[in-house]
């Protein structure tokens, strides 16, 4: 891979997986235009001086650590699992998953004393064994890559421990989840090994505001909605807005417009209350982008 050395910011994602389409439209919603990148290896941003690097996850850490690129997206437990001198510098909410035990499913497994002694196949032998540590269990841990969850049918181990999503994988298998090791998300790393230049610092700094201006977007939602001025009042301590709600006349003066930003999840917490209190018309829009 050649990489330039143009003061860029270089930032590595996985160039194919469950992470790549989502890392892509993050960059997208902050802003930042890239194109053709499933063609090529490395690929620079027309608007933003950035470059994006197209790595095998598992590699990814180990990337940032040497300073090859100077930050990355990747999955938690790749860090974890990887243990490269990396530091997580902002979670980024999308690619949730869990690491979990999974046994056959004529095999009780109740709480975490049932694994003592048994044999589990894993992608992911230091995340496993720092949680047998943690809970002062013994068991075998076996290292398999790729297709972990036939290693019980085929008799190589007890149980697996991998990572879950839906769960049909597992169900395909005959196996059921067991017990949760480890919920990972997609999270944004630097290197703790490397100090980047006061330039790319710079660079970085105003990534992240853009990543947290998103964010703060997409847990959000902007509300609108006619409310009567006699309840005015009682609708404002009823809102968990962000700052105080914009209230605009209308035509009716017995009417008021109130917007306001709000929670995504707690329209449905308080829609009784607003309409006992007279709301009408009441709109939830989602927002792009949200600059505190």
């Given at each position: 891979?050649?990489?330039?050395?143009?003061?860029?910011?270089?930032?590595?994602?996985?160039?194919?997986?469950?992470?790549?389409?989502?890392?892509?439209?993050?960059?997208?919603?902050?802003?930042?235009?890239?194109?053709?990148?499933?063609?090529?290896?490395?690929?620079?941003?027309?608007?933003f001086p950035l470059e994006?690097?197209?790595?095998?996850?598992?590699?990814?850490?180990?990337?940032?650590?040497?300073?090859?690129?100077?930050?990355?997206?990747?999955?938690?437990?790749?860090?974890?699992?990887?243990?490269?001198?990396?530091?997580?510098?902002?979670?980024?909410?999308?690619?949730?998953?869990?690491?979990?035990?999974?046994?056959?499913?004529?095999?009780?497994?109740?709480?975490?004393?049932?694994?003592?002694?048994?044999?589990?196949?894993?992608?992911?032998?230091?995340?496993?064994?720092?949680?047998?540590?943690?809970?002062?269990?013994?068991?075998?841990?076996?290292?398999?890559?790729?297709?972990?969850?036939?290693?019980?049918?085929?008799?190589?181990?007890?149980?697996?421990?991998?990572?879950?999503?839906?769960?049909?994988?597992?169900?395909?298998?005959?196996?059921?989840?067991?017990?949760?090791?480890?919920?990972?998300?997609?999270?944004?790393?630097?290197?703790?090994?490397?100090?980047l230049s006061p330039v790319?610092?710079?660079?970085?700094?105003?990534?992240?505001?853009?990543?947290?201006?998103?964010?703060?977007?997409?847990?959000?939602?902007?509300?609108?909605?006619?409310?009567p001025k006699s309840s005015?009042?009682?609708?404002?301590?009823?809102?968990?807005?962000?700052?105080?709600?914009?209230?605009?006349?209308?035509?009716?003066?017995?009417?008021?417009?109130?917007?306001?930003?709000?929670?995504?999840?707690?329209?449905?917490?308080?829609?009784?209350?607003?309409?006992?209190?007279?709301?009408?018309?009441?709109?939830?829009?989602?927002?792009?982008?949200?600059?505190?």
């Amino acid at each position: 891979m050649s990489v330039s050395n143009n003061g860029n910011l270089k930032l590595a994602i996985q160039k194919k997986g469950r992470l790549t389409e989502k890392s892509i439209d993050l960059l997208k919603l902050c802003g930042i235009e890239i194109d053709h990148y499933s063609e090529r290896l490395v690929v620079p941003s027309y608007n933003f001086p950035l470059e994006v690097l197209f790595l095998r996850d598992d590699d990814i850490p180990e990337y940032v650590q040497d300073g090859v690129a100077d930050i990355g997206i990747v999955g938690e437990n790749v860090v974890v699992s990887k243990n490269a001198k990396t530091e997580i510098i902002e979670k980024l909410g999308f690619g949730k998953c869990s690491l979990m035990m999974a046994a056959p499913e004529n095999v009780a497994i109740n709480s975490i004393k049932d694994i003592e002694g048994k044999t589990i196949a894993t992608s992911f032998p230091n995340i496993v064994q720092n949680y047998l540590n943690e809970n002062k269990i013994n068991a075998k841990i076996i290292e398999i890559s790729g297709s972990v969850e036939i290693a019980p049918a085929l008799g190589v181990a007890d149980m697996i421990c991998d990572i879950v999503s839906t769960g049909n994988t597992l169900m395909m298998n005959k196996l059921k989840k067991s017990i949760s090791v480890f919920e990972s998300q997609a999270v944004l790393i630097r290197s703790s090994n490397k100090d980047l230049s006061p330039v790319k610092n710079e660079y970085l700094e105003k990534l992240l505001r853009r990543i947290r201006s998103v964010q703060t977007a997409q847990n959000s939602r902007y509300l609108m909605m006619n409310v009567p001025k006699s309840s005015l009042l009682e609708i404002e301590r009823v809102i968990p807005s962000i700052k105080s709600p914009t209230i605009l006349p209308l035509a009716d003066e017995n009417l008021v417009a109130v917007h306001a930003v709000i929670p995504s999840d707690y329209l449905w917490k308080i829609v009784d209350s607003l309409k006992s209190l007279g709301a009408t018309g009441i709109l939830l829009s989602p927002i792009e982008n949200m600059i505190p």
